[in-house]
């Protein structure tokens, strides 16, 4: 905890005792806000009146006062319209105003106060999710009825709606707006999802007499094998009972995409033709997913039937892994023209069309993306026979930059807020700021954060100012003379820590995942315990994880762990330390595997990810540390075959 945290939550302590607020008055500064965040969590609505009329020129002097109307918008009573109104005034274009006006729109939709809702929306710059889809309630509730022709086009992204759509997708359900297929859509996607539950509140989206039994569908969702083994003798006799089984189908095919196939061979011939073309194409993806030669068969047997991306791009990675650069290619040009020209398919479509031999389609496609700095930026690059070469100095910013950054209030309010261990507001002040502004003020901001130690704000904003430049601020270097000789005592390579290091904690010493990782290198507690037995650290104890000198040793030493376990190939190791080693083990394929391609066909879409961009970024620190070039494609070169048992 830091000197000034520790002096205001004295302050506050001494001067604000429980209830007794004689001397509110007298509380100023940092002793005041921390006063009143404890006060907000508390719901002490007295505390926080008390704190909220003292004013002072601290920077988060609007905080109490906010949050004493977000207290109050949360009650029975809600605060007089005036008090909110001139909040909004007063604050006007700060990120607590927006808070505020977001508080405020859900407490009038609570209330059914539609009117006001549609004309305060209007002034809302960031609508999360839930607002979108409330202020689509509200256009309908006050006549409004273009927002079902909104609802229905982006029908396809509210798969996974927050419950404030369920009345617009009603609506547009009831109006014939979207009809009855779509709803099947988008049942079927839900069910072969993380949350197959969704699918049964979507059931009531159907007309009474076409849905199935909630219970059905519960109990094939639940128990797939059981429920396709005991199929009543009629159940295709309507829509519904064929969709049920097909839910069954999909969700054993998760698990065991044989299992699936043999009971879809005794069922299909009950099915229509379109049903079973999706039947094939759910198990290929899923075949896909296990790395299963099957796919390939499996997506030719679904023939011509819409797809989504997810379907589309597991397609190309069976291919991939197949060596059938003619899928690949045929798939990729299939695909929705800005889905096709995202950088991985511009990337293997031109290796598709090396492959064949169409070198010049190939390379016009290579310099599309070539010298870009990330994975398949320089994966194209070094097609072209350019490996990626040490970046060159970024411009000096000019003086005037760094201070209107410097004299920015957002900026101000953030930095007051990491000084008091706010760390949540702060970012979103932080983030507040910088929007919308221009490269130089990013950068500004950058080195601002820099100079505060906010190593990821520096980097995020530099990166958020021009992906392409501002290197050294992008890949910082922190904490070199602690790292360094765990690196080198651990026989590691620098770039390739520092890249690791970089995407799992931008350098945030008490960073702390949703699963438990923490601290520098995102260590989780068991690991931890593990590795300390390993090396012989006794004295482990989670609590030594917020230590950077201890997380640093373990996390360095998991790396060295992972890497002898690993064939000590960076891309598996990579992989490990992410989702664990042994998943990266059944992940090789049992042939000798292009380590591009084993990278891109990794079924975790976190892990692939992290992957791709922990291997960019070692390419890039180590051009910077050792000043000469680099490839990537040398770091990720061939994954040596597995072994049908693992």
Known sequence: MNIALCAALLAAAFLVPDR????????????????AREAARKGDREALEQLAAVRDTHPLDAYPRYWLLANLLAR??????????AFLAEEAGSQLAERLRADWLRRLAKDGDWAAFSTLYGDLRSP?????????TARLLTGDRSALADVARQWDELVDAHPACDTPLRSA??????????????????????????????????????????ADLEQAIRSPAPWLDRLPPNFAVTRGGREVALAALVRLARDDVAAARLRLLRIQDRLAAAERNYAHLALAMHAALDRSPEAGALYAAAGNIETTAQQRAWRVRAALRSGDWNTVRSTIEAMPGAERDAADWIYWLGRAHAAIGNRDAADSLF?????????YGMLAAEELGQPFMPPPATAPLPRAKLEEAERDPALQRALALYRLDMRTEAVREWVWGVRDRDEQFRVGAAH?????????????????????????????????????????????????????????SRFVVPARSSVGAQGLMQVMPATGKWVADKIGLGSYSPRLLQDPETNVLLGTSYMRLIMEGLDAHPVLASAGYNAGPGRAQRWRDLAPLEGAIYTESIPFDETRDYVKKVLANAVIYSAMLEKRPQSLKARLGTIAPGVASE
Not at 20 to 25: I, M, N, S, T, V
Not at 367 to 374: D, M
Not at 463 to 482: G, I, M
Request: hydrophobic share 40%; glycine share 4%.
């Open 367 to 375: 310099v599309r993306i070539a010298g870009e700095p990330q994975f």
């Open 76 to 85: 029975s009573e809600p605060p007089p319209t005036s008090a909110l109104q």
């Open 173 to 214: 359900v009831d109006t014939g707006t979207v009809d009855e297929d779509r709803v099947w859509w988008r049942i079927r996607r839900q069910i072969d999802s993380r949350k197959p539950e969704t699918a049964l509140a979507s059931l009531t989206l159907l007309p009474a007499a076409n849905a199935p039994p909630h």
């Open 128 to 136: 999360d999710a839930e607002l979108r889809c409330t202020a689509w």
């Open 20 to 35: 007794a607020f004689a001397q509110a008055g007298r509380i100023e500064g940092d002793a005041r806000i921390v006063a």
């Open 448 to 504: 601002l954060a820099l100079r505060n130690e906010l190593y990821d704000r520096a980097i995020n904003t530099a990166e958020l100012a021009n992906p392409r430049s501002n290197f050294e601020l992008r890949f910082l270097t922190p904490y070199r003379d602690l790292i360094e000789p765990h690196v080198r005592a651990q026989g590691l390579d620098l770039g390739w820590v520092y890249g690791l290091m970089r995407q799992e």
